[in-house]
């Protein structure tokens, strides 16, 4: 049987114009992508991020804006669902107090989940893993291109 999994994830840049990006090992897997993840029965798109942001950084955030919702077939890594993720630009209530890595899966003892910064002037499409998110940063890219014009 195939369901839709619907995913929401947040874009948070900082001050010194860098992206949040959380490295994580889940299902024998790992994998590099921004934080959020899945709507749970009777969430709502918004609710489901800052729960997240809760539950992945201990960060409130607030929602500034929709950013992109795909527009393309993607199945899932892990089932046979049929992804749908909305992305939404966000900025945190109050600073991060994460501790933050500077190498890919550099996971602490008896943890799977590690955050980094990647400045935007260095971001490419291989930083992260699904086609989505992929999707995503060609699109942050081509807005930082268009503002440099």
Same mark, same amino acid.
């Given at each position: 049987? =195939?369901? *839709?999994?619907?995913?929401? +994830?947040?874009?948070?840049?900082?001050?010194?114009?860098?992206?949040?990006? =959380?490295?994580?090992?889940?299902?024998?897997?790992?994998?590099?992508?921004?934080?959020?993840?899945? #709507?749970? +029965?009777?969430?709502?798109?918004?609710?489901?991020?800052?729960?997240?942001?809760?539950?992945? !950084? &201990?960060?409130?955030?607030?929602?500034?804006?929709?950013?992109?919702?795909?527009? *393309?077939?993607?199945?899932?890594? *892990? &089932? %046979?669902?049929?992804?749908?993720?909305? +992305?939404?630009?966000?900025?945190?209530? &109050?600073?991060?107090?994460?501790? +933050?890595?500077?190498?890919?899966?550099? *996971?602490?003892?008896? !943890?799977? /989940? =590690?955050?980094?910064?990647?400045? #935007?002037?260095?971001?490419?499409?291989?930083?992260?893993?699904?086609?989505? %998110?992929?999707?995503?940063?060609?699109?942050?890219? =081509? #807005?930082?291109? /268009?503002?440099?014009?």
């Amino acid at each position: 049987m =195939s369901y *839709f999994n619907v995913r929401v +994830y947040g874009l948070l840049i900082n001050q010194a114009n860098q992206i949040l990006v =959380s490295d994580e090992l889940s299902g024998g897997r790992s994998f590099s992508k921004f934080p959020g993840g899945g #709507l749970e +029965y009777g969430e709502g798109l918004i609710d489901a991020l800052k729960r997240e942001f809760m539950e992945e !950084c &201990n960060a409130e955030i607030e929602v500034i804006s929709h950013f992109y919702t795909t527009d *393309f077939y993607e199945k899932s890594s *892990f &089932n %046979d669902s049929q992804i749908l993720s909305i +992305y939404y630009l966000v900025k945190e209530k &109050n600073p991060l107090e994460l501790t +933050y890595k500077t190498k890919v899966f550099d *996971f602490d003892p008896d !943890c799977v /989940q =590690s955050f980094r910064w990647i400045s #935007l002037s260095e971001l490419k499409t291989t930083d992260v893993t699904f086609k989505t %998110d992929q999707t995503v940063v060609q699109m942050l890219l =081509s #807005l930082i291109a /268009q503002s440099a014009d």
